[in-house]
């Protein structure tokens, strides 16, 4: 059975704290891929003078063509990140038995909890590769989700740094695209809130290794790509290449990890929220190049996504009118639309609910006029 984690399990010590054992990236891989040319917003220059503004030119593109680009200098230390990482390791090494303790509920359209990789791809005999645990934000509304011992354990250090990915860097990059957009700048920033209810989490995830022939089958059975649920999409950098995007012109080109970087992308509600302007861009995991087939993948990422206090309803964007997105209808304080909440809950109820992963090529998704495709060529 492939592993499931990159080094052997720790032993519990005699005070019965779980032993957390330090994790570091793998090599780089020294294959010659082709990787997409992404821009790199360096956030340390966010509070300088005419700095919000300047690096809102350079996010210009990024949100509204290419969908991806990479944070620098984001003001968390990259021990602390290292931590995260090994906490996702440490968890992964666990029982099956510990893992289920918690389950994300799914049938609810709930992904907090273990997602264990129990389903089969179609009727290639393959099971998916990929296991998560996904941690909430760390308030009053969520204080009674249950929690495995690992994560418990580890509580204060999660909490925080739970707290500081979403205010150093999704607020920040809320606040660029909202100067984009000539909104007022904490408009994104306050749909997102982090102290309202929403279905933001920490993830921590982790590709199996899969032998060639497991990868081959998986991936002929579909080739195309998704998009993500929700607003924003953090990835810390971790080595191993596998992530692609499908670029403006159609073509598929790898995501480049940047040491000490953040991987950013859009995702559907952001593009809901400004009537296809902000793309949330097609991408999708590959076989890692044959120097890292055989390490797993661990990944450690943060999610944004509206909530309860968020309709879904077109962002009263000055430069979103001029350019003609917005309808009259768009411009009814009446209009009738799901919140932030109701439609990621009915799109992950969608997607994770079943047991067999079924071909969905030119099949969509729709809940309450909000309508995205299923699968991406």
């Not at 991936?219 to 993500?228: E, F, M, P, R």
């Not at 509600?269 to 861009?281: I, P, Q």
């Not at 995991?285 to 990422?301: S, W």
């Amino acid at each position: 059975m492939a592993p499931s984690a990159t080094e052997p399990a720790s032993q519990p010590a005699s005070t019965n704290r779980l032993l957390v054992k330090p994790w570091s990236r793998p090599a780089p891989t020294k294959e010659d891929l082709d990787w997409a040319p992404l821009v790199k917003i360096d956030l340390s220059r966010f509070d300088e003078p005419g700095g919000k503004q300047e690096l809102a030119k350079q996010l210009y593109d990024a949100v509204t063509r290419v969908g991806f680009w990479v944070v620098v200098n984001s003001g968390i230390d990259d021990e602390r990140v290292l931590k995260q990482f090994t906490i996702g390791n440490t968890f992964f090494k666990e029982s099956l038995e510990e893992k289920r303790t918690n389950p994300c509920h799914f049938e609810k359209g709930e992904y907090f909890g273990y997602r264990e990789n129990s389903r089969w791809i179609g009727d290639t005999g393959v099971k998916e590769n990929i296991e998560m645990l996904n941690i909430p934000k760390a308030i009053p509304q969520l204080a009674k989700e249950p929690l495995h011992s690992i994560a418990r354990e580890n509580y204060d250090e999660i909490a925080a740094f739970h707290r500081d990915v979403w205010e150093k860097v999704a607020r920040k990059l809320f606040v660029l695209i909202a100067l984009i957009l000539e909104l007022p700048e904490n408009y994104l920033a306050d749909a997102h809130a982090y102290n309202q209810l929403s279905d933001d989490h920490l993830r921590y995830m982790i590709y199996n290794v899969r032998t060639q022939k497991e990868w081959d089958l998986a991936q002929a059975y579909s080739k195309g790509g998704h998009t993500d649920f929700g607003s924003l999409t953090l990835l810390f950098s971790q080595h191993v290449a596998g992530l692609q995007i499908r670029t403006p012109e159609g073509q598929w080109k790898y995501v480049k990890p940047v040491e000490g970087g953040i991987t950013c992308n859009a995702a559907d509600t952001l593009t809901f929220l400004t009537k296809g302007f902000v793309k949330s861009t097609v991408h999708r995991v590959v076989t890692p190049p044959a120097d890292q087939i055989n390490i797993p993948r661990l990944g450690l990422l943060y999610f944004s996504r509206p909530g309860d206090h968020t309709p879904m309803k077109a962002a009263p964007s000055p430069l979103l009118d001029r350019l003609g997105l917005l309808t009259e209808e768009d411009k009814d304080p009446n209009q009738k639309v799901p919140n932030g909440t109701e439609y990621v809950r009915a799109r992950v109820k969608d997607v994770h609910h079943k047991t067999v992963l079924d071909k969905r090529e030119g099949t969509s998704f729709e809940f309450n006029g909000l309508k995205v495709q299923n699968y991406y060529n």
